[in-house]
């Protein structure tokens, strides 16, 4: 049992991002709306700040803005087919019942099968299946795991991510008239690793957490996974868009989900009205002994709407709902600035909801300065020459421990670009409003001193600039301090 304490002064915690008080969690897991809640589930060691002993942990929400923590839905059985780890998976809704599926691991194993576990009362309590409902992979495959469960018409489809021993990562597909009786019907979509996006980032070798996201008739449809290699382990999240024809995906090139290093394994969520949900896993970016001694590590990324305008592109936006997060309105700056001296904004706090209008003829950021003497800093550039926006947190932190680097995403030229950028603690989220793109990315400031806004331009560059920043205020969750007491509950 985890004997760290919570420490609500914690300056990179987030408040704003959900996570349970203390402890290691990664990828989302088992979205659903169910009996008027939201229900958010997410890999977790209730034991400690690191991967092992992977449980499901679980919130569930009437509105996405106040959480209830809920009882660990899944704990491994011992001497059962997921004795060491329930690891990821989704959830659906079917009537009065809120159906978990899941990868099953055992050591003595390679690949993870598919099993579940069934909620009756609103995800309070889960009752194991036991035995496996897909007991063995197709032939071909060297990595097996991550279900994703949807319905289809009248029946139910469910995918799972694999590697093929010809080198291909894949989406297999299943279908099942009664989400019992599962037949096998082949790759869904599969490919070759192939170039995504800037930099080394490629397809994978393996496609976990695979997620669909259905078309409208005869519109696109988007296929998300998250690329993984043998060597390297987890690299990016990636996003095909295609049309379905039968059991196949045909796909267009793939995409990045998010332009950043530290968003991975995001899953989705079908919300009421036809409205598509998704949150993804933000690792940390910083040694792993800083972030045990702090006593946690990762956390969910925002809540964000997901829709496939018929340009076929993906969108991404922050849920509707987080807009009534704002508090007190810090910031209201509007004008332009040239030359090498910098214009102060105003003062923000750890937490904040900003957008901003800007306009360059040349190289021009924004600046966060998290330091009184300035040396201390978090840089938001746009390059209307090569079309990109950079985020650079390479004097991020002045602590070693915390990973650097610049990283980049397009960004239309020759017009105003329009940005959200949510900041909360150790974590920025930059969406590009006109495209939908988004960048996430974990820092960590040891400055003390009052956090800063500043616009600044090239040399013989100009930026004109309109920012407003507010307040960003804090999720409600009841029993803040209850995950260890929900534990021995389960277990008990």
Known sequence: MSTAPFDPLDPHRPVAHLRPP???????????????????????????????????????SPDLLSWEPLPLALAPTPGGEDADGCFSGNAVSDGDRLIAFYSALREDRWYQPVTTATSRDGGRTFRPRGALIV??????????????????????????????????GA??????????????????????PQPVGSGDRYTGEGWECPQYLPAPSGRRGALIFSAWDAHDGP????????????????????????????????????????????????????????????????????????????DGSLHQRPAAELLALRGDHT???QGRVTGADPVELGEVGRSFDLTARLDPSGEARLRLVTSADSSEYLDISLAPATGHLIVDRDRASLDARARGGSYRMPCPAGRPVDLRVVVDHSIAEIFLTATGQVLTLRFYPTGQAPWRLQARSAPGAGLGYAVDAWELLPLVVKDQSGDVEQLERRTA
């Open 135 to 168: 007991p063995e992979p197709p032939d071909g495959c060297t990595m097996y795991r991550d279900p994703y469960v949807w319905r289809d018409g009248d029946r139910w489809r469910m995918l799972v991510g694999a590697a093929l021993a010809d080198g291909r």
């Open 22 to 60: 203390r402890n290691w969690i990664n990828d989302p897991n088992g979205l659903a709306f169910h009996d008027g809640h939201y229900h958010v589930c997410y890999q977790y060691n209730p034991y400690g700040a690191r991967h092992e002993n992977m449980h499901w942990g679980h919130f569930r």
């Open 235 to 310: 690299r990016c999240s990636v996003a095909l868009t295609g049309r379905q024809t039968g059991d196949v995906f045909e796909a267009g090139a793939p995409v990045l989900l998010d332009h950043g290093p530290d968003c991975y394994a995001p899953a989705l969520l079908r919300a009421p009205g036809g409205r598509w949900l998704l949150w993804g896993w933000s690792w940390e970016a910083r040694e792993a002994d800083w972030a045990a001694q702090d006593g946690w590590a990762g956390t969910l990324t925002l809540p964000r709407e997901i829709s496939l305008p018929q």
């Open 331 to 333: 910031v209201h700056a």
């Open 171 to 192: 989406a297999l597909l299943y279908d099942s008239p009664d989400l019992e009786n599962w037949t096998y019907r082949g790759p869904f979509c599969a490919g070759t």
